[in-house]
């Protein structure tokens, strides 16, 4: 079940870093003084305006192609399906096998008042009208925990298995993640036109602007 990254090309990883470099320094801005500012924001800007860091730039001004004929496309796909697939799996199974041998089972009671709308919830195969809210059933108490078995998958499985990847699917879909930066259909020199004129709107301020006078003032 462990899947092993693939490696990426040195002009991809350029174009993604690049793309990541410009929003670090957009929301970091405040750390650095005007000048060191204003001197990166001017090398990032001419650079994303002119293309310099992009994989090809030969397809600047083009359509994106088709990510479903697009290979790098189809293989995060299948990827995330792979990853979907390892997940449901053991799931189901568990799931399964706690209904075939625990139906009807209560296997412990909460230690505070529950209002009747959690009967539902708490008791999943147990059909019984005045049995109390805070009794919770064998296959309610292993969806309460579902999402509590990282621990179990990581301790079985390994660091790197394809069970626990939920995290860097998401990861892959945050526009400020790397290697997910770029997904399928989406135009890189679009996305550094845009972030070069997100540096450009910038009002930059510095932290450490009048520190001395603020610590003396802080002192007297």
């Known amino acids: 079940m462990q899947t092993s990254p693939k490696k990426q090309d040195l002009r991809s990883l350029r174009e993604q870093r690049s793309l990541l470099r ?4 957009r929301n970091n801005s405040p750390v650095v003084s005007s000048t060191s500012f204003q001197a990166r924001k001017s090398y990032l800007v001419s650079a994303f305006q002119s293309g310099n860091f ?16 697009d290979p790098a ?4 796909m299948m990827g995330m399906m792979k990853g979907n697939m390892a997940m449901i799996v053991p799931q189901t199974l568990i799931m399964g096998w706690i209904n075939a041998f625990f139906a009807g089972f ?5 230690p505070f008042p529950l209002t009747i709308r959690f009967k539902s919830m708490l008791q999943s195969g147990v059909a019984t009208r005045d049995l109390d809210v805070r009794w919770v059933s064998s296959l309610s108490w292993y969806f309460l925990n579902l ?7 990581t301790f079985i499985l390994g660091n790197d298995n394809a069970a ?22 989406q135009d890189p020199d679009k996305m550094f036109q845009g972030e070069a004129e997100n540096l450009e709107v910038v009002e930059h301020w510095w ?7 603020r610590v003396l003032k802080d002192i007297a």
């Open 22 to 25: 410009g929003i670090n320094l």
């Open 54 to 69: 992009l994989k090809d730039p030969e397809s600047k001004g083009k359509p994106p192609g088709n990510p479903m004929t």
């Open 73 to 76: 496309g189809m293989e995060q």
């Open 106 to 110: 209560v296997i412990m009671k909460l």
């Open 147 to 153: 999402f509590g078995l990282q621990s179990v998958f």
């Open 164 to 185: 626990s990847q939920m995290a860097q699917q998401m990861a892959q879909m945050n526009p400020g993640a790397g290697a997910g930066m770029f997904g399928p259909g």
């Open 207 to 213: 932290v450490l602007e009048g520190v001395e006078d």
